[in-house]
């Protein structure tokens, strides 16, 4: 039997919604009927509003979706004017203060806190600058990721900013594409750092050459099925085939047409495409595809450039990220700046906004790293710009701990999460650079925690893994987290194996301090690599040279975060939650 | 009155009548079962995969890990809550749960 979720998906969907969200938005939150809201907040996930957890009732997170992260100028001056216009809670948060945007690891940005009631205008102020929600989360075509620095990077091969614009034209509001059996998630990368992480993504374009009639063209090769959710991590898988840049978009269309016509829609979790990958093996699909989905020969793959990837690849020599001052090709600069954790203060957003508009040509691009990159910084006014107050906070030189710390929503907004995240890793941050010396030679070294198995911050594909767990501690449940080591991208992707489980949360800051003072001590030489180094050793092994202690590190979310209206209320029962409450504020009494 | 339920945002929640009810990822205290050894177990709950209701008990289909031995397994129509007069009155996580029926399907996640 179809999940009820195809059955409201049946009766209306994709841009549909806008009216009904338009008029629920007239009338008030307490106009959607007590017995369709569930059918109602699936939909609008559509149009990017996800409604908040439980004691958050009528609160929804908004997401933005720019092709590639690309925002151009002008953009996130909206946003942030949008931010402080709409995205206020009724409570703090202790680090971040109330109005905030969030850097997404999908390049995308998050609001929280926002009112049904004004979704209209803030609809009409991002359409006014060319931006929009849809699609942004729901069973669609999401934000299209890529190279954040397309244009603008000498490893540059292809341009994949014109392809992630184009699918993004063509795969937004497209009837055709707007109801597939779950999320889409698509990845274009151009250069030979890999920085556009295919491997992780249900449909990767990678750049690739290729001869064809004599003559090498340039363009992609075609891996399908990746993704980290729910305990079953997959890497893209190669499927043979290369598509020149004026083929890519017919080939994506087709993947994306056998993915609605073939995914499955019985059963959710089966549903994602890396699913329907495991059952056919890259042959059939390829064969599938060629024969009923695409009207033109495929090529076979070309000549690809993988064994250069270094984004988020832990070993290799090249970019790990896009942090610091890089030269263009046209001889103006792009300034990559650190954004601890993916969150800015409106404040600092103003200050950001103002810098890039001053000091480079306005544009803001948002990496995976859940970092931000200004562009077109003419080499005269790089100093300048580095002098500005806001750079010292989002530095182009941040240390290593900062700059390489993920944190994904967690349990102050997230209903799946079991831990609290964004606040746990900047105490984590902040305890590692002022107490953890780095061994020699670590330069970068990538922390990546997630409230849960859906894995948003990419957990696996760090030097240290930590994903949400229960334990029990002196007899009470405590937040904990599972360690896990081995993962990264690069030319042989793999993911961490878990190797420490249910570690109290405030003993991780020690065990990773543990780990690393093993490492300076057992590491062959001052050139290995912690890859290379945990890539050599078995799991036991590594299970030793994890110690979890209790420091000096104090972690004030040990309780049960989730189960609170607000993990950092004062009073933060789910009884005391405002929630739901009217568009100021004003709550609603509910009836039972 | 019929009542709805259904597991919603990728196993977050079970939802009754269309409210969100039981949450994952909470620890439930569950004894006399044949989820791991540990007598009572304490299991942190990963996802919910369906729901059912069974005269007026409602029971999930699930998947946890024990705190202390580290099993991890699926958990087929434990019990969350009751009907009673078309409401839904949850067990809540604290309480002690018998596993009814025990594990016998392997699902994936
Ligand atoms: C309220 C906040 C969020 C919720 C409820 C949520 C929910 C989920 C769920 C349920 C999954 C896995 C399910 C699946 O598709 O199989 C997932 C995976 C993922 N989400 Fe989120 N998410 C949230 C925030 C974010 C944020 C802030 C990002 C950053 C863009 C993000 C990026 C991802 C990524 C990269 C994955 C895993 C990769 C994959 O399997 O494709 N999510 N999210
Ligand atoms: S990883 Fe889990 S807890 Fe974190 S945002 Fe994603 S769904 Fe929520
Ligand atoms: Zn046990």
């Not at chain 1, 908004?62 to 992260?69: D, E, K, L, S």
């Not at chain 1, 690891?105 to 998050?110: G, H, L, P, S």
């Not at chain 1, 695409?294 to 690849?313: I, K, P, Q, T, W």
């Amino acid at each position: 039997m179809a999940s009820d979720v195809e059955q409201w998906k049946d009766e209306l969907y994709g841009t549909d919604i806008r009216a009904e969200i338009e008029r629920f938005a007239e009338e008030g939150w307490e106009a959607i009927p007590d017995d369709e809201h569930d059918a109602w907040f699936e939909r609008f996930k559509w149009y990017g509003l996800y409604h908040q957890r439980a004691g958050q009732e009528s609160y929804f997170m908004m997401r933005i979706g720019p092709p590639g992260g690309v925002l151009e100028p002008g953009q996130f001056r909206e946003i942030v004017e949008i931010a402080d216009d709409f995205s206020r809670g009724p409570a703090e948060n202790p680090v971040f203060g109330n109005g905030w945007i969030d850097v997404t690891t999908r390049q995308a940005i998050q609001l929280h806190w926002i009112r049904l009631e004004d979704v209209p205008e803030i609809f009409e102020r991002l359409e006014s600058v060319g931006l929009s929600t849809v699609q942004a989360c729901g069973d669609s075509w999401r934000n299209i990721v890529g190279c954040p620095v397309a244009g603008k990077d000498k490893h540059e091969h292809v341009d994949a900013d014109a392809l992630a614009t184009e699918l993004h034209d063509t795969f937004k509001k497209n009837e055709a594409h707007s109801n597939l059996p779950r999320k889409w998630k698509v990845s274009v990368t151009g250069c030979d750092e890999g920085c556009g992480q295919g491997d992780i993504n249900d449909l990767a374009f990678e750049p690739a050459e290729k001869e064809v009639d004599g003559e090498t063209v340039t363009g992609y090769n075609v891996r399908v099925g990746g993704g980290l959710s729910r305990n079953e991590p997959r890497f893209a898988r190669d499927i043979d085939v290369f598509a020149t840049p004026e083929q890519a978009v017919d080939v994506a269309g087709g993947i994306s047409a056998l993915f609605r016509d073939n995914g499955d829609r019985e059963n959710r979790y089966n549903a994602r495409i890396k699913f329907l990958m495991d059952e056919w093996g890259p042959e059939k699909f390829r064969e599938t595809l060629q024969e009923e989905y695409v009207d033109f020969e495929l090529h076979a793959a070309g000549e690809d450039l993988r064994e250069s990837y270094s984004y988020n690849a832990g070993e290799a020599d090249g970019k790990h990220d896009h942090v610091g001052v890089h030269e263009q090709p046209d001889g103006n600069y792009y300034v990559g700046l650190n954004v601890l954790v993916g969150r800015i203060g409106v404040d600092e957003a103003y200050d950001l906004a103002d810098a890039a508009d001053e000091h480079g040509s306005g544009e803001v691009r948002l990496t995976q790293r859940q970092n931000i990159v200004f562009t077109d910084v003419p080499e005269e006014s790089v100093d300048d710009l580095r002098s500005q107050d806001v750079l010292e906070h989002y530095s182009p030189d941040p240390h290593p701990f900062q700059r390489g710390s993920i944190a994904c929503t967690g349990t102050e907004f997230c209903s799946l999460s079991i831990v609290e995240t964004k606040n746990r890793q900047v105490r984590y941050a902040r305890w590692l650079t002022n107490n953890v010396e780095l061994p020699e030679g670590v330069e970068n070294f990538h922390v990546h925690l997630s409230g849960c198995t859906a894995s948003c911050a990419q957990p696996q594909i760090a030097d240290v893994s930590l994903r949400g767990m229960k334990t029990r501690k002196d007899g009470e449940p405590v937040e904990a987290l599972d360690i896990g080591l081995g993962g990264g991208l690069g030319e042989e992707p793999q993911f961490a194996s878990w190797i420490a489980e249910r570690v109290p949360a405030d003993e991780v800051p020690g065990a990773i301090a543990n780990l690393l003072e093993n490492f300076e001590e057992a590491r062959d030489s001052e050139t290995q690599s912690f890859r290379e180094f945990v890539g050599e050793r078995d799991d036991e092994e590594l299970a030793d040279l994890i110690e979890p202690e209790e420091t000096d590190y104090d972690d004030p979310f040990m309780h049960n975060t989730k189960r609170t209206w607000y993990p950092y209320a004062e009073d933060d029962d789910l009884n005391e939650s405002p929630a739901p409450a009217k568009a100021d504020g004003t709550p609603i009494p509910s009836d039972d | 009155m019929t009542i709805a339920v259904r597991t919603l945002d990728d196993g977050a929640w079970i939802s009754v009548n269309d409210s969100r009810q039981v949450s994952v990822s909470d620890v439930w205290t569950l004894s006399h079962g044949t989820f791991c050894g540990c007598e009572p177990a304490y299991v942190l709950l990963e996802g919910f995969f369906g729901v059912d209701v069974s005269g007026s008990i409602v029971v999930a289909d699930t998947v946890g890990r024990c705190l202390d031995c580290g099993t991890q397994d699926s958990i087929d129509r434990l019990p969350v809550g009751r009907i009673v007069d078309g409401e839904f009155k949850p067990y809540g996580p604290e309480g002690v749960q018998s596993i009814v029926e025990p594990t016998s399907r392997t699902r994936r996640e």
